[in-house]
Nanobody, 123 residues
Framework: QVQLVESGGGLVQPGGSLRLSCTAS????????MGWYRQAPGKGRELVAT???????TYANSVKGRFTISIDNTKNTAYLQMNSLKPEDTAVYYC?????????????????WGQGTQVTVSS
């Protein structure tokens, strides 16, 4: 099994930045793709970024050019750098992982899920 634990959320002003972290433990050798999805109150789930172990990245149009997903294999940690944050980025952000090599944005393809971290963008 794989456990994913997110950190780094918080309150930030519009235009600000945050970096989320996701540390994986357990059978991490089985993970070939990691990603981040978010869910705002009353809205559907949106997968915002994915990265395969070969380095292929995919971003939702809503965050392209502002968010960057990266993975530090030495620390078993994935990151989501979020710049130029907007109020509409406010959501709970979840880290996900899968054994598949997957470069799409369908959150149903992921096998492992974190508990989430709250990001609030407000002045």
């Amino acid at each position: 099994q794989v456990q994913l634990v997110e950190s780094g959320g918080g309150l930030v002003q519009p235009g600000g930045s945050l970096r989320l972290s996701c540390t994986a433990s357990g059978s991490i050798f089985s993970i070939n793709t990691m990603g981040w999805y978010r869910q705002a109150p009353g809205k559907g789930r949106e997968l915002v970024a994915t990265r395969t172990s070969s380095g292929t990245t995919t971003y939702a149009n809503s965050v392209k050019g502002r968010f960057t997903i990266s993975i530090d294999n030495t620390k078993n940690t994935a990151y989501l750098q979020m710049n130029s944050l907007k109020p509409e980025d406010t959501a709970v952000y979840y880290c996900v992982g899968t054994r598949k090599y997957y470069s799409g944005l369908d959150s149903r393809q992921f096998d492992y899920w974190g508990q989430g971290t709250q990001v609030t963008v407000s002045s």
